[in-house]
């Protein structure tokens, strides 16, 4: 982590203006990957052991956290995070909490994976925030209660030892743990608030899970898709395009800016490990003045393998599902999309099943990871 930005202290108390003006953050290199606490993969904060102040739902609402200096309710401030109150010695002699005295969350992560860094972010709480944070990881099957995953019997993995951060800062951590976890534990030191936790990490699917589906979406990012590379990322991430279900409003997919070149744009992606494609959507919902003219997508079966289009250049509509079902499976990974000359698409949709080899490499990597 030596090489991770970090931050501590106090921020300056919020002066009037833009309250981000003064907000400490850095480029962590891990946030290239999925967020697998993202809350459209089904992740939750299932329990936790204080949030007298604010509720501890917000550690995963989507976008930074909002500051309203006026928001006071019954118990004081309204802060846009998880918040625990002030935690008291035991007596008069001894008013400040013990050495071990925290607070925890339980978080269930929505796709179970590798995890690459966590981002712990205490935007706004500039003298609020907690001492230190510390976050463990477990691999739990099935849908354990927060009873359960409190037990003796599971085994947690520290992957954040305890660390001083800082206020109104974006305290990110590498992360170099190589096993697939489901859960994680967020200790703050001894109490504070914490607005958003991020966690960034690589999905690794149940092989078992994928098989019984049969026929399911080779590159979606709850099944092990990812997002490789990506021509432009101006208006919103090419991982949009991989998200679970329709998407809802215009940058809730993957939009470009306007080419003023003969070129094109595309995106690049990483599928599970080899299967065979049988059919494909490609999805411009609420683009409409701002969808891709044309498309096309390529599979290619290894790095080396011949290039198979899937379909061909093809005109696109705006806000329309497109679905294609091919004459032939094609075999992949990877998969690229590419887009003419520009504009964007909401999603795209890959439907296929795992081929021989392709299940006994995806089960060897989960027993590998500890799945």
């Not at 599971?154 to 992957?159: F, N, P, Y």
């Not at 995106?267 to 490990?273: E, F, K």
């Not at 044309?294 to 393998?305: H, I, L, N, P």
């Not at 992949?332 to 964007?344: E, K, L």
Request: glycine share 12%; no cysteine; proline share 8%.
């Amino acid at each position: 982590m030596t090489a991770i930005p970090s931050f501590t202290g106090d921020a300056q108390p919020y002066g009037g203006g833009d309250p981000y003006a003064d907000y400490r953050t850095a480029d962590f290199p891990f946030t290239r990957y999925a967020d697998l606490a993202d809350r459209r993969l089904g992740a939750a904060v299932i329990a936790a052991a204080d949030e007298f102040f604010a509720q501890r739902e917000n550690l995963l609402l989507p976008g930074r956290a909002e500051f309203d200096p006026e928001h006071f309710g019954h118990k004081g401030k309204i802060m846009d995070g998880w918040e625990t109150r002030r935690r008291r010695g035991v007596s008069a002699e001894h008013p400040w909490p013990a050495e071990d005295d925290h607070d925890w969350a339980l978080v269930r992560l929505g796709a179970p994976g590798v995890i690459r860094g966590i981002v712990v972010d205490t935007a706004h709480f500039r003298g609020n925030y907690p001492q230190a944070v510390s976050v463990e990881a477990a691999s739990v099957p099935g849908s354990p209660s927060p009873e359960e995953l409190l037990g003796d019997d599971v085994k947690w993995t520290t992957l954040v030892p305890r660390t001083p951060v800082g206020g109104h800062a974006a305290n990110g951590f590498a992360v170099r743990a190589e096993q697939r976890f489901t859960h994680l534990r967020v200790v703050q030191h001894p109490d504070g608030g914490i607005a958003r936790l991020r966690v960034y990490g690589e999905v690794v699917p149940d092989p078992a899970w994928l098989a019984v589906l049969g026929a399911f979406d080779v590159a979606a990012l709850e099944n092990g898709g990812q997002v490789e590379d990506a021509s432009d990322l101006f208006y919103s991430p090419a991982s949009n395009t991989i998200q679970p279900g329709r998407s809802h409003k215009m940058d809730d997919g993957w939009e470009t800016r306007r080419r003023r070149d003969r070129g094109n744009d595309w995106i690049r992606y990483r599928l599970v490990p080899q299967a065979e494609i049988r059919a494909l959507e490609i999805d411009t919902a609420y683009l409409k003045g701002n969808s891709a003219g044309w498309a096309s997508v390529s599979v290619r079966d290894g790095e080396d393998g011949p290039g198979q289009g899937v379909p061909p250049r093809t005109r696109l509509q705006p806000d329309t599902n497109h679905r294609f079902v091919l004459p032939t499976p094609a075999v992949g990974p990877p998969a690229r999309v590419d887009i003419y000359p520009d504009g964007g698409i909401s999603r795209l949709r890959l439907f296929g099943s795992l081929t021989e080899e392709g299940t006994a490499r995806l089960t060897a990597r989960h027993q590998e990871l500890g799945g």
